[in-house]
């Protein structure tokens, strides 16, 4: 509405297709980012203070990976706070994991220094009081972290978006309170011959044999053809740049000697930032999208993997926002920025999710200050939206959907934890 304040939370959030079920303000901080969960219990993390430059007014005691009981969903309750080194400003460097005999909460340092780049291992079988097991040393700052489908290897992302450096570093954790380091791993061509990625997000296979990587740049010289990847642009940060890695990881899977991560196909334009795994019409698929940029910003894409080697686009997931003709005249920072920061109120995506890796209908999309945005994609080549939650703030992090219950999770910057409920003719018009 024209007397909102772009960025500030809402007295009422507007919606359609869902309604609220419960909500945790979280003690009202104003540095929320990433979600996980456990069985009933939700991980919401905390950027640092000056976390982009943005000055976060959160009270310094507040900071931190909240623990939130949501066992009643009308009433989550925030239960405890992790303040470890790793957990104390995680940001983007947090994942959970509930597997045979395990139930692990990984937290990490985010945007750490070298010297401080840590990840604290938590045991969650006790969902709502983590027991930490295990600090962890990486030899170099990781971004983004993502738990084995089986809970024995931990998974770190390293990224250096405007020189094409990085890889993927990882641990093996089947002995969670000893910990050990299995080396950084590059993209290992048919050749034999490897080089290093700038890797953002992975999703795993549940055999842990495929790893689904979005890149934004490489030393490989097959990414972003034709565009400058420093200094710093729209074009080599936006929806088209980078692409989406996949690896034959095997080797890691089955304990074979001298493992490599085997490079067998590249969906070039198909997203960098966040790739989740899907399964539409019984193909599988990939959602995957960038970040941030001023309008039109950036959106996911819905990748065809029924060729792993030879992916293609087989749609995008846009707002009306998303497309150029409706744009507002950019700001003056966005314009000396070069449209690569966004002012508060853009519709940019940040995380994507969907409702089910194996039988998928929806796209569940956090675009910042447009909010949580629900589409159908069920027909990758026309998704559409169907449901919407805007509490006003910025929604960044992943998304829970719990199908037995129709409830959705999201945690937004200054509001806290959402629990959210489709409506009944949602769910029927989708078939849940």
């Not at 869902?18 to 969960?37: C, F, I, P, T, Y």
């Not at 989740?276 to 001023?294: K, P």
Request: proline share 6%; glycine share 12%; aromatic share 8%.
């Amino acid at each position: 509405m024209p007397t909102d304040k772009p960025g500030t939370i809402l007295t009422e959030p507007y919606r359609m297709g869902v309604h609220v079920v419960g909500h945790e303000s979280l003690m009202r901080r104003d540095s929320n980012m990433q979600l996980a969960w456990v069985d009933q219990c939700a991980y919401v993390s905390s950027t640092s203070p000056r976390f982009l430059g943005w000055g976060m007014a959160a009270a310094p005691e507040t900071y931190g990976v909240a623990v939130i009981d949501v066992r009643e969903s009308r009433a989550p309750r925030q239960v405890g706070l992790l303040r470890t080194r790793g957990a104390l400003y995680a940001s983007e460097t947090l994942h959970a994991v509930t597997a045979a005999g395990r139930k692990i909460l990984a937290a990490g340092s985010y945007g750490a220094k070298d010297e401080a780049a840590y990840t604290d291992l938590y045991d969650a079988s006790d969902c709502a009081h983590p027991r930490l097991m295990a600090e962890i040393k990486w030899p170099e700052s990781v971004h983004t972290l993502t738990l084995s489908p089986n809970g024995k290897r931990l998974y770190a992302t390293r990224i250096e978006p405007f020189t094409g450096k990085g890889g993927i570093d990882v641990e093996d954790i089947s002995d969670l309170a000893h910990p050990r380091y299995l080396g950084k791993f590059q993209a290992t061509r048919a050749d034999g011959s490897s080089f290093e990625f700038a890797a953002h997000e992975i999703s795993i296979s549940p055999d842990e044999k495929r790893i689904y990587a979005g890149v934004i740049s490489s030393s490989g010289g097959d990414l972003n053809p034709g565009v400058k990847i420093f200094p710093p642009n729209r074009e080599g940060l936006g929806p088209d740049a980078g692409g989406i890695y996949i690896f034959d990881n095997s080797d890691l899977a089955t304990g074979k000697p001298d493992p490599k991560m085997r490079l067998i196909g590249t969906a070039l334009h198909g997203g960098w930032h966040s790739v989740m795994r899907a399964n539409i019409g019984g193909v599988a698929h990939l959602v995957a999208g960038g970040e941030l940029l001023a309008c039109p910003g950036s959106w996911p894409k819905i990748v065809n993997l029924a060729d792993e080697r030879h992916p293609v686009i087989a749609g995008e997931i846009r707002l009306a926002m998303n497309h150029k003709e409706n744009c507002p005249a950019w700001s003056a920072t966005e314009k000396a920025t070069g449209g690569i920061v966004p002012d508060t109120g853009t519709a940019t995506i940040h995380f994507n999710d969907v409702d089910s890796p194996t039988h998928t209908r929806l796209g569940l999309v956090n675009f910042l200050w447009a909010g949580l945005r629900i589409f159908d994609i069920r027909d990758p080549g026309k998704a559409h939206e169907i449901a919407y939650f805007k509490p006003g703030d910025g929604c960044g992090g992943h998304v829970r959907y719990r199908p037995e219950t129709g409830e959705i999770w999201v945690a937004c910057s200054a509001s806290g934890l959402w629990v959210l409920k489709l409506s009944p003719e949602v769910r029927v018009a989708v078939g849940l």
